[in-house]
């Protein structure tokens, strides 16, 4: 079952380009974002929303967090985002007209079935489930579903479901600038090629596998590490904090880069490993300069950059570079060095890849 692999989460990571593939399908043989894709009387639904509230836990909580970046910016909806867990224990002031948009890729986690169904009480009628099991509890629940087509994952480690989570995000986000007149023809064309082009991208990055295994080693000995993005590579750069704490047992924390002169620069030595997710995008002179203070204070630096990232490398400074910069879609492309980063610190370090200690892989109680 396996293959050439060492551990499901290794076999997943590598899936990814079909899985996007196979996520993406219906979207292409429509050639454009129609409301269909989320159900058939999706229209209505999405017609005439006011909002966005995400729901979800761990990394499909991060899918959302990016998702908040593109909904906002390219369909011009306000997009809130909570972990289920809060959200179903505190007094919300709801707005019905709002999508509720839970993302799970089990679609049995009961903090997030708690949250819609909590969520539902309060008068939100409007619901959609991004989701990557077939009738699972989740999206029997909600209005709308948009299955996710990762396939069956093994590992804890979520993998594939997260970019597969993204690339369906991404599909809602352009429907509803669609549906809200601000999706140009020439754009939807221009972003159905970036999705078209994707899996190569995708691929090009786990090409990028040998060279990230050897930073992995310097990893390994490490107690703790820092990770570091901005604007909608931040979520990324917490999606790598957590995926490293959980299969290598490594602390691992995430910040925004402006936030680090605001307290976690104060953790900065030369045993601190800072990894930071810097591509060519409008943010990368503020990335640069933030990482001046790390530089300053000894700490070493793994830089996740694009062709078009102009970094100086030096012996405190090293890159690695996916071959292009991919435009919106480059927090999908970003996710897998951050993912090989913590497979392979987890394999030098010996720990059980595929069951981490004290998890599950569905988490179905409190
Ligand atoms: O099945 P779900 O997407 O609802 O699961 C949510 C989290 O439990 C899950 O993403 C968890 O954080 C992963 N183990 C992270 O790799």
């Given at each position: 079952e396996l293959g050439p692999y060492r551990h499901f989460m290794q076999k997943e990571i590598h899936e990814q380009p079909r899985a996007i593939a196979d996520t993406i399908e219906q979207v292409i043989a429509n050639n454009g974002f129609v409301?269909?894709?989320?159900?058939?009387n999706a229209e209505a639904v999405l017609g005439d929303i006011e909002g966005v509230q995400i729901l979800a836990c761990g990394t499909s909580y991060y899918a959302g967090l990016t998702a908040r970046y593109w909904i906002e910016a390219i369909a011009g909806v306000p997009c809130s985002v909570e972990i289920a867990s809060e959200y179903r224990y505190r007094t919300v002031v709801a707005n019905p007209k709002h999508l509720v948009v839970t993302i799970s890729q089990s679609g049995e986690t009961l903090d997030t079935m708690e949250a819609l169904k909590y969520a539902k009480s309060l008068g939100h009628d409007k619901t959609l489930s991004i989701c990557n099991v077939p009738e699972s509890a989740i999206p029997r629940a909600s209005a709308l579903v948009y299955y996710t087509r990762a396939g069956a994952e093994i590992g804890v480690a979520s993998t594939k479901a997260f970019t597969t989570q993204l690339v369906a995000l991404f599909t809602l986000t352009c429907t509803l600038a669609k549906l809200r007149g601000r999706l140009a023809q020439a754009q939807e064309a221009a972003y159905l090629d970036d999705l078209r082009q994707l899996p190569g991208s995708v691929q090009h990055a786990l090409n990028l596998e040998p060279q990230v295994q050897v930073w992995s080693e310097r990893f390994a000995p490490k107690q703790h590490a820092l990770f570091l993005g901005r604007g909608v590579h931040y979520p990324i750069a917490l999606e790598g904090a957590l995926k490293l704490k959980e299969i290598s047992y490594i602390h691992a924390e995430a910040y925004p880069a402006g936030e680090l002169k605001h307290g976690p620069l104060a953790l900065v030595d030369t045993e601190m490993p800072v990894v930071v997710i810097a591509p060519n995008d409008s943010l990368l002179e503020k990335v640069k300069s933030n990482i001046q203070e790390v530089r300053a204070r000894g700490g070493e630096m793994f830089v996740f950059a694009d062709l078009d990232s102009h970094f100086g490398e030096s012996e405190q400074v090293h890159v690695i570079r996916t071959p292009r910069h991919v435009g919106v879609l480059s927090p999908i492309v970003h996710s897998i060095p951050v993912q090989l980063l913590a497979y392979h610190a987890a394999l030098a370090r010996g720990t059980d890849v595929d069951k981490p200690r004290n998890l599950a892989k569905s988490v179905t109680v409190e």
């Open positions: 409301p269909q894709l989320f159900g058939a």
